[in-house]
């Protein structure tokens, strides 16, 4: 097991500051006078290792936030561990950073059956889980019985909503197969995605599931072309993306394809468009974030301000990969949240101001997506684009569209 964990030193100043005339000493775990600790699980290996670089992405914006000053007189310490996409490792790493390093929330924690995992410990513990990396239904619905965990990601269920929308009006008569994670991932964007079409036209002819454990999905596929389909949906994690594109490449098979955007990024594609390029032309996709290798956003400052942070803070990671571009996106949203809950930090606090988000102000993000909650709203976000790949990188095929999760 691959365990990574920083920490800064403490300074005094601060970087933003709310009423007050100084931090009060809170009696909850993994907060001090100058300090605040935070934790997390990503994989850092195995099948999902792809996504491991939100967290040396988040702790990179950390560190600038840090050198600045920290928020409200604290230094932002953020400590994570790899738990190779296994919920069975999430569960027992979490439990350490509880218990043992006695973190004062959990940050950026990756995988839908990974947060579920975990989310009865933590609500019985009431520590706050927010922003984890995760748009499930299952967690996107139920703060009444679990207030202490929130998602960050759009809704699965509204993404399928989008992709389902957009058919309906480009291919009314669009004989659609899905291959899905069976996880709550898989499941509900097939559930947004037959929900948008119903009676309207389009329909799922097949779907496929596979197991996150497993190791292929070329026999899904081989199925799913036997449907006589035009349209292919991979709901599916970059690994049974790349899998699958390259089974209905040796296939012969050229429907229309729809990516699940956990599964879009730049590197990711670059692999699937040698191996496929007829499949991956006009793919679709949806996005909430800038991608700072669009030649689009080359003089905005905060991919020039992305590009130096990387250079002083994460100077092994690659700029082009977008998922340490999502990490300082969850980072920012972290940082607000710990400056909205002011300088008497407890783990209440830092609940409700997550619970009280509302600003269209996070520069990582596309222009008019708006991050707002409430107590009875834990869907940060409603509303994305929808953009289509042209074999170099992602354009943007639509204005703005809200996702019904």
Known sequence: MIARFSAVACVALALVSTSGVGATTSVDPGVTATSVLLGGTVPLTGEAAAFGTVAPGAKAYFDYV???GGVNGRKIEYRYY??????????????????????????????TANNLATRDYLNAQRVPQVWVGDGSQSIGQSFTRYPWTMGFLMSYRGEGDVYGKTIVKS???????????NTELGRDMLTGLTRAIAGRGPKVV?????????????????????????TLMLFATPKFFL???????????????????????????????????????????????????????????????YRTIMKKHNPTGRPTDVYNWYGMT???????????????????????????????????????????????????????????YDNKQWVKAS?????KG
């Open 66 to 68: 840090n050198s600045k």
């Open 171 to 181: 291919q009314p008569k669009a004989r659609i197969a899905v291959l899905y994670e």
């Open 330 to 388: 969850v980072a920012w949203t972290m940082v607000e949240t710990l400056r909205k809950a002011g300088k008497s930090l407890t783990r209440a606090g830092l609940l409700k101001s997550a619970q009280s988000l509302d600003t269209s102000a996070n520069p990582f993000m596309l222009p008019g997506i708006r991050l707002k909650t409430s107590p009875t709203d834990y869907r940060p976000m409603e509303h994305v684009y929808l953009y289509r």
């Open 206 to 230: 097949a779907k496929q599931s596979y197991e996150f454990t497993g190791a292929d999905v070329s026999g899904q596929v081989g199925l799913l072309k036997s449907s006589g389909a035009d």
């Open 243 to 305: 899998n699958a594109i390259r089974a209905t490449h040796n296939l012969g098979w050229k429907p229309r394809l729809y990516i699940a955007s956990v599964s879009i990024e730049p590197t990711i594609m670059g692999i699937a468009r040698l191996n496929a390029p007829e499949l991956t032309r006009g793919a679709l996709s949806i996005a909430f974030v800038k991608n700072p290798n669009d030649p689009i956003w080359s003089k905005d400052p905060i991919v020039a301000l």
């Open 399 to 403: 204005g703005l569209l809200h996702a």
């Open 82 to 111: 790899d738990d190779a996409y296994n919920p069975g490792q999430t569960v027992l790493l979490t439990r350490r950073l509880v218990e043992q390093d006695r973190v004062f929330a959990i940050f950026n924690s990756i995988g």
